[in-house]
């Protein structure tokens, strides 16, 4: 695969780049029945450990694995120096951008974002409108999908602040490469990733509501049917906390109890991973059975924390995304360190005749979707596909963005054939309480498919081990 | 602990045990067939045996004539019966899914590997070529799934609720095969001639007591000592006095403000066992006595849910 930027060879695909050559040593020594047998066994083992996730609109209840490759993704220590201080940058400016939304509105003021992308955003919740939150801080836990094209630089691909998943693969697969080549991780200098769990703890504890000494911190889930409940019931276990669901909760005199079996107790934060329109069915969706009736008026009393904060998608939604350079300059008065990819905002008549002459080389996205469902990678869809989504764009402009198709990075990757280079991306996960932290690298995603740019386990990827190399 | 926790754990522990008893009672049904008997006995067996679990209208619904391999589908792979093995042990296992967090990970591993397994073994057709195999599997992943309980999970309520599902569910469990056997070979008859001995040996075997039942009674098997084993005796681990003797002492480790009444309820049921003699209950008549027992153990298990888990009606 020519003309991408390969993570493991350089431009001539002649030389192993520096970071990689005690990895390819190591694999060129490698007997392939062995190499076989260990990835067999990382298949048996991800499926007795139930590592699966359910597929939305396949046949209920069915639980698929996420492919694992055993080619680690690797990251010098000094590209991680530079990506862990542009993410900080961004998520810090993320942050005080849903805070100021909420309150003055300086940026709307300024003229720097326009009124109507913000305030006729569906993800703009008006019941948070001067409501305090602990520390300020909205996005406690965000995932930064980050992609290298060109010439090797990095781009944000999307910021998912409201969510976000896929913390629990990066842990597994971890442990798995430990279990299955320990010799690997005597011979590297590899960053630990396991004490993410105690940096959530630590970080869930941090925003407790004032005078809560010895939070009780819950984790609440759709349910077992979620494609995500792997992670939830993973994530609650390592933390030690309990996994809850919307009908384990009520309110009752101004606070949030569970009913445990031996009557009710309170609870100081919720680690939620339930989308905003489900949290409380008498403010939002009225016709929720995952929430909790009440809640919202808790939270607004300051009475209960939850992570993430109510109304950031505010800040992650595909029309504000072309914004995030300029709250950067904005709010901290510093150049963006991460680039943006360059977007045309199709709700601009302009942009949007640009899009439509160029359907075919294009990217084009949902402002709301997400998961990789209802997007269009221009150059790998057939000419009925473009007409198709043509139309769709056309009726609904202010619906979509479009982004030129990257021509993402590649790295080495098991496939059928043999060993071959595959599309991946990048997804950080960036804390942010008091102080913001992350654990070194995050969930590298591989497309699969050859040619295939999409690294969404929905749509058949698999992932990768990723390594920051200790200098 | 959250009741929806306690309830996953406790259903779990109940589906397991369930799947057990019922791969335990058709293999004795199959085991005892291969006497020689009439055809209408042989059919009569396999009706008690559905009546056991009165799931005998729900049988009759799906098939015409009853044959062995029909009992055998319904009651081991059929999805539309939830008391199926293949049901039961998909239950204990979306149980123990849906709080696998709080399962050690040897727990959730075992449920879900039988799972797992048990698709593979059906699918290579097992029950045809060798059903009293797949009973034995059946049989070993229940010992294992209490095992890996006992040897790793911690001491608290947790392992206190899966111990109290697993105790009532084998409570009533036992008492259903003592009556389908002495009430569907007419137990009052009570005699102890050749072709009977095949049958009484079938019933110890299937719980497991043959073996303790010579080194308890060292003597003839009677039908009256065997429902003493099975009923009074607190030694013998299938024993309703053994099953009745943990739910009591579970209980206590779980107890709540509410709960009181319920250790109460549960306390009368065990000192029934242990202060009448089997020549009072037999006088009574067991299938009386033992259905009395089941209605128990159900209101028990109600009171069970209303106190600490999630109410089966709300």
């Known amino acids: ?471 | 602990m959250l009741s929806r926790t306690a309830d996953h754990l406790f259903w779990m522990a109940r589906y397991t045990e369930r799947a057990e008893n019922t791969a335990r009672m058709l293999d004795v049904n199959i085991q005892t067939q291969l006497l020689p008997q009439s055809v209408e006995a042989a059919e009569q067996s396999w009706r008690a045996l559905l009546g056991i679990s009165e799931l005998l209208p729900a049988f009759d619904a799906k098939h015409g004539i009853l044959s062995r391999q029909d009992v055998l589908d319904f009651m081991v792979c059929d999805p539309t019966n939830p008391s199926s093995i293949a049901s039961c042990l998909t239950s204990a296992r979306e149980n123990a899914r849906a709080v696998r967090g709080t399962l050690t990970t040897e727990v959730w591993e075992t449920q879900n590997t039988t799972w797992l397994e048990m698709a593979t073994l059906l699918k290579e057709g097992v029950l045809e070529r060798d059903p009293s195999e797949f009973f034995e599997w059946v049989k070993h992943r229940s010992h294992l799934s209490r095992g890996v309980t006992i040897g790793t999970m911690l001491k608290d309520e947790a392992f206190y609720f899966i111990r109290l599902g697993t105790f009532l569910e084998r409570a009533d469990n036992t008492a259903r095969l003592l009556d389908v056997k002495f009430h569907g070979t007419d137990g009052e008859r009570l005699s102890a001639n050749d072709t009977d001995f095949y049958h009484w040996a079938a019933v110890l075997r299937s719980v497991s007591a043959f073996e303790t039942y010579r080194k308890t009674y060292r003597d003839v098997i009677t039908p009256e000592r065997i429902a003493e084993l099975l009923v009074l005796r607190g030694e013998m681990p299938r024993s309703l006095m053994a099953c009745m003797t943990e739910v009591v002492n579970n209980l206590a480790r779980v107890r709540n403000d509410v709960s009181r009444e319920t250790e109460r309820f549960a306390g009368r049921l065990h000192a029934g066992l242990q202060f009448n003699s089997i020549d009072d209950i037999m006088r009574r008549g067991l299938h009386d006595y033992l259905t009395e027992f089941l209605e128990q153990v159900y209101e028990l298990g109600n009171r069970v849910s209303r106190d600490f888990l999630v109410p089966l009606v709300a």
Not at chain 1, 96 to 108: A, G, K, P, R, S
Not at chain 1, 234 to 240: N, T
Not at chain 1, 301 to 317: C, H, P, S
Not at chain 1, 439 to 463: F, I, M, Y
Request: proline letters at 6%.
């Open chain 1, 1 to 471: 695969m020519g003309g991408f930027f390969n993570e493991m060879f350089d431009e001539g695909g002649a030389k192993t780049r520096p970071h990689y050559r005690g990895f390819d040593r190591w694999l060129s020594d490698q007997p392939a029945d062995i190499v076989a047998r260990k990835r067999v066994e990382a298949d048996l083992m991800f499926r007795r450990v139930g590592i699966t996730f359910a597929v939305y609109g396949s046949e209920a209840g069915t639980e698929r694995l996420i492919p694992f490759d055993i080619i680690p993704r690797i990251i010098p220590a000094d590209e991680w120096a530079t990506l862990q201080q542009g993410l900080r940058q961004r998520v810090q400016s993320l942050n005080l951008f849903v805070h100021d939304i909420y309150h003055e509105q300086n940026i709307v003021r300024a003229g720097v974002m326009p009124a109507e992308q913000v305030f006729r955003n569906a993800q703009y919740r008006p019941e948070m409108q001067g409501i305090t939150v602990p520390s300020d801080i909205y996005a406690h836990i965000a995932g930064i999908d980050i992609v290298r094209a060109g010439a090797g630089e990095f781009y944000v691909l999307e910021d998912n602040l409201r969510v976000p998943s896929g913390v629990s693969y990066m842990l597994e697969d971890r442990k798995m490469m430990m279990r299955l080549f320990p010799e690997l991780f005597a011979r590297h200098k590899i960053a630990p990733v396991a004490h993410y769990p105690d940096l959530l703890l630590d970080m869930l504890r941090s925003i407790a509501p004032l005078g809560v000494d010895d939070p009780t911190v819950v984790l609440m889930t759709p349910g077992m049917y979620n494609s995500a409940y792997f992670e939830h019931a993973f994530l609650a276990q390592q933390m030690g906390i309990e996994l809850v669901e919307g009908q384990d909760l009520f309110v009752d005199d101004g606070y949030v109890f569970m009913r445990t079996t031996r009557g009710p107790q309170r609870v100081d934060v919720i680690y939620r991973r339930i989308d905003d329109d489900f949290l409380d069915p008498l403010v939002f969706r009225a016709d929720s059975s995952l929430g909790v009736p009440g809640l919202l008026s808790v939270y607004r009393a300051g009475r209960v924390a939850l992570a993430n904060a109510i109304g950031t998608g505010v800040a992650d939604d595909k029309s504000i995304y072309p914004f995030v350079p300029d709250m950067i300059r904005f709010y901290l008065s510093e150049e963006p360190i991460l680039n943006n990819v360059p977007t045309w905002q199709c709700r601009k008549k302009e942009d949007l005749q640009y899009t439509l002459d160029h359907l075919p080389q294009l990217v084009v996205k949902e402002v709301h979707g997400a998961g990789g469902y209802g997007m269009l990678v221009g150059p790998a869809s057939t000419q009925a596909e473009i007409e198709d989504f043509r139309r769709r764009l056309i009726a609904k402009p202010d619906g979509y963005i479009a982004q030129p198709t990257l021509a993402l990075s590649v790295c080495p990757t098991y496939v059928e054939s043999g060993i071959a280079p595959r599309h991946i991306d990048l997804r950080p996960f960036v804390l942010s309480g008091k102080t913001v932290t992350m654990v070194p690298g995050g969930l590298t995603r591989v497309a699969l498919k050859e040619g295939s740019l999409v690294v969404n386990s929905s749509q058949g990827g698999g992932t990768k081990d990723t390594w920051v190399l200790e200098g």
